[in-house]
């Protein structure tokens, strides 16, 4: 069985922040899940909802926002958090935008080159086809090097 937390620890600490995933960490877990949109100039940050109402003093479209301006509001880039975790557990990694899809796979295979990460430490969820389509066709294409990814398939 896995213990993974979810958001980080959602439950003890603000959401999708480098504290919950730290406090995750303190906690045991073997993963954590987290999600991702892009920002303004194009920096895949760490927040759930497509907005920044829910989880900050101010409101609008993450999207609208550069990663600077978002890093003040204590959400983290996805590299922050890779650096944060270090090896320490598995990155569940949601898309929630398409156009976010490239650009995880691009960090995901730097870190794996650049800091010895593995393969198996990460997987990429998320309820978007195209993202899920996207996802597939790349692991095809690098079915040699044992990419292992987790694809939730959500059926209707």
Not at 50 to 68: C, H, L, Q, V, Y
Not at 110 to 118: A, C, G, Y
Request: with cysteine; hydrophobic share 40%.
């Amino acid at each position: 069985m896995l213990k993974i937390g979810h958001r980080g620890a959602k439950g003890h600490v603000a959401e999708n922040t480098l504290a919950s995933f730290e406090k995750a960490l303190s906690l045991n877990v073997d993963a954590i899940e987290l999600d991702v949109h892009l920002s303004s100039d194009n920096e895949i940050m760490v927040i759930h909802d497509a907005t920044i109402d829910r989880t900050t003093t101010k409101n609008g479209f993450a999207k609208e926002f550069s990663s600077i301006a978002l890093k003040e509001l204590n959400i983290p880039t996805l590299e922050d958090v890779f650096h944060l975790i270090n090896h320490r557990c598995i990155i569940n990694i949601e898309i929630k935008d398409a156009n976010a899809t490239k650009k995880v796979i691009q960090l995901i295979e730097k870190f794996i080159n650049e800091h010895d990460w593995k393969y198996n430490q990460f997987h990429i969820s998320s309820f978007d086809w195209v993202v899920l389509e996207e996802v597939s066709h790349y692991c095809q294409f690098r079915q040699r090097r044992n990419l292992y990814w987790s694809i939730n398939r959500r059926l209707y």
